[in-house]
């Protein structure tokens, strides 16, 4: 049996998207064992994959309040220049309908989230209320 080091460089290389192949030969370990470990550890090896994409994304696109801040800016650059601008030129039209674009995704940015509670935290009597309004 290979050590937990190996094991623990396969989990890696694996979460990073590597093909059986390669890890085999980057670890001399045969495929059939990788398969093994694969099934294994296949759920390490999915939350890692999924911190790393998280990561990713973090770095390529900025996170939602960021984005939401950017977007309120250039808002505010719209419509400073429409404020500077005659109704009878061509591109306002333009500006006009940048600036609802810019709105409505500052809106979707800005949307408050979902809260939702575990049923057995909810009080019986507004549980049977709630559950009467959703029978049809």
Do not use: C
Request: charged share 30%.
């Amino acid at each position: 049996m290979k050590d937990q080091e190996t094991q623990m460089r396969f989990v890696e290389l694996r979460s990073q998207g590597w093909s059986f192949a390669r890890i085999a030969q980057e670890l001399g370990v045969a495929q059939g064992t990788l398969v093994n470990w694969s099934r294994k550890f296949r759920f390490e090896i999915q939350n890692r994959h999924a911190v790393e994409l998280e990561t990713l994304r973090e770095r390529l696109v900025a996170n939602r309040e960021t984005r939401a801040q950017l977007l309120a800016e250039q808002l505010r650059k719209v419509e400073a220049e429409l404020q500077n601008r005659s109704l009878t030129d061509v591109s306002t039209a333009r500006l006009f309908t940048l600036a609802a674009s810019l709105r409505q995704q500052v809106l979707r940015e800005t949307e408050p989230g979902s809260f939702t509670s575990p049923i057995e935290d909810i009080p019986a009597d507004e549980y049977r209320d709630e559950v009467q309004d959703w029978v049809v």
